[in-house]
């Protein structure tokens, strides 16, 4: 028997997922979004992730951001999992590390990433972000992932990378709830 866990995409932009001229019915609103999101838990789908847009384009007019858009879904479920994209280069490791130790805090441990390495390049060019080619770009996102990694379970971090720099010590910041494992 094979254990078949489903997910869905939340349609926190407008538009939907869907690049087309056709008029989709969804809605990008978080009233849309909550309702959808219990609905989705009642009927069994265990995951739920929020995709990260930063302009308009293709029908994506408005958004709401998936970072946020994850944390003001969590107190209105229960054991949806909730996924929320980011990109590096448009967002810092260590502002994503203390924003999602946040919402795992706040969601009982149900937070989770999708890390996007980009292909959208004017969403990068219009925030200042030098674009970088393919394979760059997964480099900056393996670097995004262990400094991330690092500040989700080490006291004292370090890391000097080709694109990332920092450091951090216990006592630099005051944790979140340390005795739950919620670090920064």
Do not use: C
């Not at 869907?18 to 978080?30: E, G």
């Not at 970088?132 to 971090?157: A, C, M, N, P, Q």
Request: proline share 3%.
């Amino acid at each position: 028997m094979v254990d078949i866990k489903f997910a869905y995409w939340i349609p926190n932009v407008s538009g939907g997922l869907v690049v087309s001229k056709i008029p989709q019915r969804t809605d990008w609103t978080y009233e849309y979004n909550a309702r959808l999101a219990q609905t989705a838990e009642e009927v069994g789908f265990e995951y739920a992730l929020a995709q990260a847009r930063f302009i308009a384009s293709y029908g994506a007019e408005y958004q709401l951001e998936a970072l946020t858009t994850v944390s003001a879904l969590a107190p209105v479920t229960k054991k949806l999992k909730l996924i929320a994209a980011v990109h590096p280069g448009l967002w810092h490791p260590g502002v994503v590390a203390k924003m999602g130790a946040s919402i795992d805090f706040l969601s009982n441990g149900r937070f989770a990433l999708n890390v996007v390495s980009g292909w959208f390049k004017d969403e990068f060019t219009i925030y200042g972000e030098h674009w970088l080619d393919h394979d760059e770009r997964y480099r900056r996102s393996e670097e995004f992932i262990r400094v991330l990694k690092g500040l989700w379970t080490e006291d004292e971090f370090h890391f000097k990378g080709e694109i990332q720099r920092l450091s951090h010590s216990s006592g630099d910041y005051e944790s979140l709830n340390h005795n739950q494992g919620v670090l920064l």
